[in-house]
């Protein structure tokens, strides 16, 4: 039976915007209550003031991963548990391979990957005494085939698939599901970046797209609202790809 979403307590990493606001707007439109968490304080009071009373912005940069102890800490303290935790923040960065610098490379798995990691491993400690759960990774097409041009993007978006299924294994028995959503091209500030300084990139991206139009960012927060309900109460350590065939495009 599904149990009463009043109850549920949601956490969104980079809920403030793109992808994440449209899944912390689904969760709150399903009376989720929902945390957002990003870096831009201003960021998260207008998706506060979007969302209503359902959604609580927390200011943190999780790439400093000292920070993600206490964070979760403060969610237990007020909220008395976590019932959902969608890894979402994420960069990017396009760059020739040769002139990506160590630190740059390094910027974006520890924000991509190494806060994914710490901030599940937190949350999961509360999960457990709960005995329930549900993760959700957000992935991306740069895991399932070969993005030129984004390195460390497409070693981090690779590395979470594979944690995903390492996670599902180890926690499902103990009651926690875990799973990733692999987004195609969606429309956000994201993408537009990436396509519109790239005219043949973006040709390419319809040319093998069989539904030949990207994705909205309320796909996603359906794909996820699905996953991190009972309804998906079978499904753990899926990589569900959201993505109008992109990924089985010719
Ligand atoms: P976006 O609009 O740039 O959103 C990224 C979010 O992550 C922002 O809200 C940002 O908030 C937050 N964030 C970034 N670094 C952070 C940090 N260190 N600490 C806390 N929050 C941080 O991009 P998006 O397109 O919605 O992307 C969301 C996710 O979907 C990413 O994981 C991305 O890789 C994935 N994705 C997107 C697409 C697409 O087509 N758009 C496709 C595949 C996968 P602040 O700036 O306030 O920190």
Redesign the pocket.
């Known amino acids: 039976m599904e149990r009463d979403n009043q109850k549920k307590v949601a956490i969104v990493?980079?809920?403030?915007?793109?992808?994440?606001?449209a899944i912390a707007s689904k969760f709150v439109a399903n009376h989720i209550h929902t945390v957002i968490?990003?870096?831009?304080e201003e960021?998260?009071k207008a998706a506060t003031n979007q969302l209503g009373e359902c959604c609580y912005a927390i200011p943190?940069?999780?790439?400093n991963l000292s920070s993600i102890p206490g964070l979760v800490d403060s969610i237990v303290s007020r909220f008395g548990q976590i019932d959902i935790l969608v890894n979402?923040?994420?960069?990017?960065m396009k760059k020739d391979f040769t002139e990506v610098t160590d630190e740059e490379f390094q910027q974006v798995i520890t924000?991509?990957l190494c806060?994914v990691f710490s901030l599940s491993r937190e949350v999961v400690k509360q999960m457990l005494k709960q005995g329930n759960g549900s993760i959700i990774n957000?992935?991306?097409?740069?895991a399932q085939y070969g993005l030129p041009k984004v390195i460390a993007?497409s070693a981090s978006?690779t590395a979470i698939d594979g944690m995903t299924r390492a996670m599902a294994v180890e926690l499902s028995p103990k009651g926690i599901r875990v799973n990733a959503i692999?987004?195609?091209?969606?429309?956000?500030?994201?993408?537009a970046k990436a396509l519109n300084a790239d005219p043949e990139r973006k040709q390419k991206v319809f040319g093998r797209t069989p539904m030949g139009y990207m994705g909205e960012?309320a796909d996603i927060g359906e794909a996820a609202l699905f996953l991190s309900s009972d309804a998906a109460k079978y499904i753990t350590g899926v990589v569900l790809p959201v993505d109008g065939g992109n990924s089985i495009g010719f």
Request: aromatic share 4%; glycine share 18%.
């Open positions: 990493t980079g809920g403030g915007s793109g992808i994440g606001l968490v990003g870096r831009d960021k998260l943190c940069d999780v790439s979402n923040a994420g960069i990017n924000t991509n806060s957000i992935s991306s097409m740069a993007y978006k692999a987004p195609g091209f969606i429309e956000t500030d994201m993408t960012t």
